[in-house]
């Protein structure tokens, strides 16, 4: 099984499908974490924003159809809508050890989320901030699904991993805290494990420090309408 790729390269095709518009919300996601982490990444998605920018001026104007503005003043009172109706976290309010033990538990677990980059510390504290069992020193949460691709968060303490697995599709790890190794390479913060169908790993967390880390999984890319032919404009954008 060959190796997955490490340290970034997501590759001018997805920063191309991110400046057209054709990238799935968890791979925009992806790009944006890690762009908070990582200067050379924020340049080249604003190469890619600029390029595609003056690429679009260039092009002829498509009429809007019918009732367009009111649509999409109809998305922005739904988005708006929604803002500050994150649940909170469920910390005891007991008096007793367990429920002062539980409440700094809570209070700890609140701490990881609000260290996160801006873009999945918003997603996670809209969802709760509520950690799912996913094994033996492992916890995950799903933040959002989108046409087939997903991203959600997976928590390993040190020394855990998840089990040896394959791919149905391509999947990318980025490394929000800590580190950890899969068999092939060492990915620390603000590293991308890419991965595909040819490769079999396990990932399993340093020890020292909790690896958080955003995985997501992505159907294919789908560069469909008028700024379709933006992707292939970039193609060779170094």
Sequence with gaps: MQAA???????????????????????RLLVDSQAFLDEGVRRQRADADRVAGALLESAAPEPL???????????????????GEAGSIDAAARGDAAGRKAAKAAGAALEEILDLPEPIRDLALARGAGWSFAGPGVRKMELM???????????L???????????????????????????YDRYGKGEVCAADPELE?????????????????????????PLGWVQRALGGMS
């Design 5 to 27: 790729m490490t340290n970034h390269p997501l590759g001018d095709e997805i920063y191309a499908a991110y400046a057209s518009g054709a990238l799935s919300g968890p791979m």
């Design 145 to 155: 699904s989108e046409d087939g691709a997903k991203a959600e968060l997976i928590r």
């Design 157 to 183: 303490e040190p020394g855990r991993g998840v089990p040896r697995h394959g791919h149905d599709c391509k999947e990318f790890t980025l490394v929000l805290t800590g580190a950890f190794h899969d068999g």
């Design 65 to 83: 159809k019918n009732g367009a503005l009111k649509e999409v003043m109809a998305i922005i009172d739904a988005e708006e809508a929604g803002v």
């Design 201 to 225: 790993h396990k990932p399993v967390a340093e020890p020292g420090e909790v690896c958080i880390a955003l995985a997501v999984t992505d159907g294919p890319l789908a560069f469909t309408g």
